[in-house]
């Protein structure tokens, strides 16, 4: 990915800075507390499932193939 861990992190920021403004000022926004919450949960799920993923393929990468055509790791 282009940005890497750039990407996700700015949206965790940006969650957690509605919901500092949301419980620190009673600011008024069109989002409650509880999906500000949810919305965090699941940036933070979807960026473990990508780091994962990422992890994966680089395992695949790093596999090399024997000389009878399988595939042994190493």
């Known amino acids: 990915d282009e940005f890497g861990m750039v990407y996700p992190i700015i949206h965790l920021k940006e969650k957690l800075d509605r919901l500092k403004s949301i419980c620190k000022d009673g600011a008024k926004v069109n989002e409650s507390i509880e999906d500000t ?3 965090l949960a699941n ?3 979807m ?3 990508e780091i994962r993923e990422q992890r994966l393929i680089q ?3 790093d596999m090399k193939p ?3 055509g399988e595939i042994k790791e190493g």
């Open 37 to 39: 919450l949810l919305d």
């Open 43 to 45: 940036y933070a799920i």
């Open 47 to 49: 960026t473990l499932m």
């Open 59 to 61: 395992d695949w990468l």
């Open 66 to 68: 024997c000389p009878g």
